[in-house]
């Protein structure tokens, strides 16, 4: 049966040629609201389904980023793969793919054939150096994308190296952008009956990531060097080891700090004639963090964030994953959700942080198995008979 749900994007047909991260996360977004989402992968299933960790003999890995979507197989180098794509294409209102640059025109399908095809397909093209440009056809990871962008060499502490963070960042990001070009694409599309073809960078889009010293580059000539927990522009704010953890104190800004001082017990410090400014505070800012960290190590984060949090000073225990997974808060919004498997049995996946009143994303079908709507797919969507998907299964196209 088809995935649909009434959403803002009910109706809306998506072929998902991507693997990894960056794409099938840009083409879940579109399935959260309501497109129907078709998944193709190689018939041993996508490199990402061989990663550990594995939950009852499936990678946790392709769970996160493929929920909504039917599940199906085909060799895209087999004699008969083309025609199946082509028929995928006609079917489709937008496609997804992040193979390197000239890839699916090699494969017979590039966006001119697309065209020809359905003359107003949306085409999201997500790569790691662009469709264009001297390093367009270089091959591109997630830590390759933040050692390129800048972002590793800003991450870290001063004096330490330059770090990775803890997450799939480059490839996140790279896929939000993706689906706000397909947001785009497909109201252009809807308003002037015009497809288009959507060119996403995991360079491009972690570079406008950087921020402050990024324009701070570009219009002062300034290279601002690795600051560690320290915020770029206000003082103090730093992590504060406590008795049962860590905590995280924001209170840089002028109407911040005074109330901080009080609330430490240090209302000497507001006595300096240098600290009264921002700029003061970020010149001396080890006496200040000194002074927080006397405070904290005597007690709890739960007692520093009672305090703090009275004194309306931004704070937070620096939580672990399973702290955070379980929290109140998260589960008030809706953040954890569980999501019956036919095979698998109750699995339990992210939810989607956008939330709407009249059309929000719904979770509505588990990530699929390997080729798990093979027969969906290819006898319901595109009409091909029994014995024509035998004969596919049979030459080791599916």
Known sequence: MPSGSP???DGLKVLDLSRFIAGPICAQILADFGAEVVKIERPDGEDARHHEPYYRGESVYTMLYNRNKHGATLDTRHPEALAVLEDLVRWADVVV???RPGTVERMGLGYERMVELKPDVVLVSISGYGQ???????????AISQASSGLMSI?????GKPTLTGTYIADYVTGYQAAIGAFAAIAHRKATGEGQRVDVASLDSMFATLGTRLIAHLMLDLDMPRSGSRDLLTAPVNVYPALDGDMYVQAGTNGLFPKLCRAI????????????TVAGRMADQEPLEQAVA???EHRSCAEIGEVLGAAGIPCAKVATVPEVASSPQIAARDMVVDVE???LGRLRVPGNPVKMDKSPPTTRKAPPTVGEDNEYVYRELLGRSAEELARLRDGGAV
């Not at 264009?132 to 997630?142: E, I, M, N, V, W």
């Not at 017990?265 to 009264?276: A, F, G």
């Open 265 to 276: 017990d240090r209302e000497d410090l507001l006595e300096v004639p240098e600290y009264r």
């Open 294 to 296: 006397q405070w904290a």
């Open 97 to 99: 793919e992040n193979y």
């Open 341 to 343: 498997h036919p095979e």
């Open 132 to 142: 264009t440009g001297p390093l367009s056809q270089r091959a591109l990871f997630d």
């Open 155 to 159: 991450t870290g502490e001063a004096d």
């Open 7 to 9: 959403g803002p994007l």
